[in-house]
């Protein structure tokens, strides 16, 4: 990477790709749908990854040219105590950021794809968490699974004009947002109550695509780039690492 360009990240969604650039405690993110096979070359994709700082994939890596194996974020490198081998690097990564800045217990609700509750101790070890379906995938089993409920829009109920302020709506496309809706507010709700029964000092974190109308209900922040600030900031220490005393 050339010296004026700013150093970026990028991490592999089971959805998306999620994008930052810039210095770790101020980047600039964007998502977007993973490009289309074999498009890479048209959109001089290939330069842009070959440039990474770091990058990480929750699921199986495409078969995209330009990515640099040497410059990937495994499970191992995120040091959240008493991880398995099993957790996925999104949930990892959202976990030990939160807890890095709380300095306490966190309970982080990561609402994309999947609705994934992640608690984490005080001492910054993993205790256990949660996985559900999130808003799209819920709405598109509804409509796969019953023989008269609609197909909705991929982005139904995310949308930002969409407002649901009617809490017992007939028509039926609203009711099945706003049923999906509820009980994932629901759910998070009732997490959290159970993890400050468990650790008194929990503090509720927001983040995914899907979470800022869930921080809405529960009065909380949303930060929707957690994953990609733990992501650069991992890349950053390790850098500083590798440079040797003088």
């Known amino acids: 990477m050339k010296a004026s360009e700013?150093?970026?990240?990028?991490?592999?969604?089971?959805?998306?790709?999620?994008?930052a650039w810039g210095e770790p405690d101020a980047l600039v993110c964007r998502s977007q749908p993973p490009p289309d096979p074999g498009a890479e070359a048209s959109l001089g994709l290939g330069?842009?990854?070959?440039?990474?700082?770091?990058?990480?994939?929750?699921?199986?890596?495409?078969?995209?040219?330009g990515l640099d194996p040497r410059r990937r974020i495994l499970l191992s490198r995120v040091p959240l105590q008493g991880m398995p081998h099993w957790l996925g690097i999104d949930r990892a990564l959202v976990g030990w950021q939160a807890w890095r800045r709380s300095g306490s217990?966190?309970?982080?609700?990561?609402?994309?794809?999947?609705?994934?509750?992640?608690?984490?101790?005080?001492?910054?070890?993993?205790?256990?968490?949660?996985?559900?379906?999130?808003l799209a995938l819920q709405l598109r089993a509804l409509a796969r699974g019953t023989a008269g409920l609609p197909?909705?829009?991929?982005?139904?109920?995310?949308?930002?004009?969409?407002?649901?302020?009617?809490?017992?709506p007939s028509a039926t496309a609203d009711a099945m947002v706003t049923?999906?809706?509820?009980?994932?507010?629901?759910?998070?709700?009732?997490?959290?109550?159970?993890?400050?029964?468990?650790?008194?000092?929990c503090r509720l974190w927001i983040?995914?695509?899907?979470?800022?109308?869930?921080?809405?209900?529960?009065?909380?922040?949303?930060?929707?780039?957690?994953?990609?600030?733990?992501?650069?900031?991992?890349?950053?220490?390790?850098?500083?690492s590798s440079i040797p005393d003088q």
């Open 6 to 19: 700013p150093a970026h990240w990028l991490l592999i969604g089971n959805s998306r790709w999620h994008w």
């Open 47 to 65: 330069e842009v990854l070959s440039a990474l700082c770091a990058w990480a994939a929750v699921g199986p890596v495409p078969p995209v040219p």
């Open 151 to 168: 197909a909705l829009p991929v982005d139904a109920g995310s949308e930002p004009g969409w407002t649901g302020a009617d809490p017992w």
């Open 105 to 134: 217990a966190v309970l982080v609700a990561d609402a994309g794809t999947a609705l994934s509750l992640t608690l984490v101790d005080a001492e910054g070890r993993f205790v256990g968490g949660r996985i559900q379906a999130g």
């Open 207 to 240: 983040t995914g695509g899907d979470g800022g109308w869930i921080a809405d209900r529960l009065e909380g922040a949303h930060r929707p780039d957690l994953a990609l600030q733990a992501l650069a900031c991992l890349a950053q220490e390790a850098e500083l």
């Open 179 to 201: 049923g999906v809706r509820e009980g994932l507010v629901a759910s998070v709700r009732h997490a959290w109550r159970q993890a400050r029964q468990r650790h008194g000092d």
